[in-house]
């Protein structure tokens, strides 16, 4: 594992440059958690961050392509197996189930992106979903989506969920991580097999159209000064453009609710049998391996299929469960797999997420996406993420 348990140093910058630093991990048995935005302050500059400049930074975001291709073998004997009996958690707003049927696929509102900075110092995307939590606050992801196995770091910076994203529209807001939560195995070891990662998020937060934003423009020889002083309030951006000339941005805030209210969240199913039907839901982009660009990333997609026992030895990974699709890696992973999906509801049970695809018989087109098996212990991260309380930040 790249990633180390030393502590590193926080240091106040002008701005933004701290926001998006984190605390080190706590472990607390098989569950490591990390905050992401540290307080309420530094949540607002996330999302400034990303409002910020005519929200530059979500529409240049690409998608994010760190360990997206991985060998994987289908595997008829071993591959997961529950480690204690087979469990639900029910939907936000399934917690009655009532029973329907429709032959359309109607596309879930809990799945969006999450968009972070990766380790190039640039803005990237993955794949995601809202889930069902006491304060309706949650998000899961691939855990490569949240921790930065590329760079000697514990999280991405600037990380952020939002649901229904498209071209640089954010319909019900912008949803700032908190707190990230994954298995303690996955945090120190990189496992494969507990590559996921569970996120809560502050109350989403809008433009104020109510209020007028500007841009201030700071030329002279206490331009850093002035531009600190101001980005130190809430809902303030500051950067240095070509130029070299200081630039403060006013960016009004507004809070838009909490998550699950907005959307509505997944259930979460553990220890089901391989070899049932799912869907998956991303976004998936990038090409194949023959150069074909099968998709844009712009629009969500799915996929339709029975989960197989697979292996990826390469990353650690020797319980995985598969389905065969067409989805390339990037963009794609985080994508959600959901259990016994209600086309009428648009719910159903999160049952995986995918974290790689493969290219098994060798054709150069992807063929199979791969997620870790959600267990007893993947139920544990899930609780502990799932009762854990974020709030407002404005």
């Known amino acids: 594992m790249k990633r180390t348990l030393a502590f590193a140093g926080l240091v106040a910058t002008t701005g933004i440059l701290a926001a998006g630093l984190a605390v080190p991990a706590q472990a607390s048995g098989t569950v490591s958690t990390d905050t992401l935005a540290t307080s309420n302050y530094a949540a607002q500059q996330v999302a400034a961050f990303w409002y910020g400049q005519r929200a530059a930074n979500l529409q240049n975001a690409t998608p994010y392509n760190v360990e997206t291709a991985v060998t994987t073998k289908h595997v008829s004997t071993g591959g997961p197996a529950a480690d204690s009996k087979a469990g639900v958690v029910p939907a936000i707003g399934d917690e009655k189930k009532s029973s329907s049927t429709s032959k359309n696929v109607n596309l879930p509102k809990t799945t969006g992106k999450v968009f972070f900075q990766g380790a190039d110092g640039k803005p990237h995307w993955c794949s995601a979903t809202s889930v069902q939590s006491t304060y309706h606050n949650l998000v899961a992801t691939a855990g490569h989506c949240v921790y930065d196995t590329k760079s000697n770091k514990d999280t991405l910076n600037y990380w952020i969920f939002v649901p229904g994203y498209y071209q640089g529209k954010t319909p019900w807001g912008i949803y700032v991580g908190k707190q990230a939560f994954t298995h303690y195995d996955y945090d120190v070891y990189e496992d494969g097999d507990r590559d996921y990662a569970f996120v809560t998020v502050y109350n989403g937060v809008k433009l104020d159209t109510t209020k007028t934003g500007w841009v201030k423009k700071y030329t002279d020889a206490t331009a850093d000064d002035k531009a600190a002083a101001d980005a130190k309030k809430a809902g303030y951006l500051s950067w240095t453009g070509k130029d070299g000339v200081r630039y403060v941005e006013y960016l009004p805030l507004a809070d838009a609710g909490r998550l699950g209210d907005n959307v509505g969240g997944q259930g979460l199913a553990y220890n089901q049998k391989i070899g049932q039907p799912v ?58 797999w959901l259990l016994k999906y209600s086309n009428s509801r648009r719910l159903g049970y999160l049952n995986g997420v995918t974290i790689g695809v493969s290219d098994t018989d060798g054709n150069k087109r992807y063929d199979t996406s791969v997620s870790p098996y959600f267990d007893g212990e993947t139920y544990g991260v899930y609780k502990s993420a799932a009762s854990t309380w974020s709030g407002k930040i404005v």
């Open 279 to 336: 869907f998956m839901f991303g976004y998936p982009d990038g090409k194949h391996p023959d150069g074909n660009q099968a998709f844009t990333g712009k629009t969500l997609k799915w996929s339709y299929g029975k989960t197989f026992a697979a292996q990826a030895p390469a990353i650690k990974a020797e319980e995985l469960q598969g389905l065969k699709s067409s989805f390339t890696g990037e963009g794609s992973l985080g994508s959600s």
